[in-house]
């Protein structure tokens, strides 16, 4: 097997095919920018009044997929350290989108969940802004949807690891 061609700084050159793949990332850039007018327009509001970005709606996301979570879960989660989870959290709850509440469980450790009366706006804002994706993944075939699945997945660990503070979108 012939070694793959590095730059001088040691990451490997994609190949010609690869190449083509990358061509389309830059066009996904245009579905990110326009999150905001994608929102309900309830939701962009209060996004707008208390100034929250697209990390505090990487929160909602994870606590729309699995609620109640605490503090560390979503720290873990989204790949942020404790304290920018916690500002997050802090800020989602002025917001009055997630409420916050002691565990039955383990009085110690705080649980973050989204108010039901927030639930459906969030699942429709989630659900129009994953049903592109959700398309072309229907069009593949079920080896294929696991290999991309699992290659965006490892791909989103990667980027996320060269910013020890997360994700920005």
Do not use: K, Y
């Not at 061609?5 to 050159?13: L, Q, S």
């Not at 039901?116 to 294929?144: G, I, W």
Request: proline share 8%.
């Amino acid at each position: 097997m012939s070694r793959a061609a590095e730059t001088p700084d040691g990451a490997r050159v994609p190949t010609p095919e690869e190449i083509l793949a990358l061509g389309h990332v830059p066009l996904l850039a245009s579905f990110f920018r326009r999150v905001h007018n994608d929102m309900p327009e309830p939701l962009r509001e209060v996004f707008a009044e208390h100034g929250l970005t697209a990390r505090h709606g990487a929160v909602l996301t994870q606590l729309v997929a699995a609620q109640p979570a605490s503090v560390s879960q979503l720290a873990q989660r989204l790949h942020v350290s404790l304290s920018t989870a916690s500002g997050l959290v802090g800020d989602l709850s002025r917001a009055g989108l997630v409420t916050r509440h002691e565990d039955p469980g383990n009085r110690r450790r705080t649980l973050v969940s989204m108010p039901q009366r927030h639930r459906p706006l969030f699942e429709e804002f989630v659900a129009a802004r994953a049903a592109p994706l959700l398309r072309a993944m229907d069009r593949l075939s079920p080896r294929d949807r696991a290999g991309f699945v699992a290659g965006l997945t490892e791909w989103a660990r990667e980027v996320e690891g060269q910013d020890d503070d997360g994700p920005d979108c």
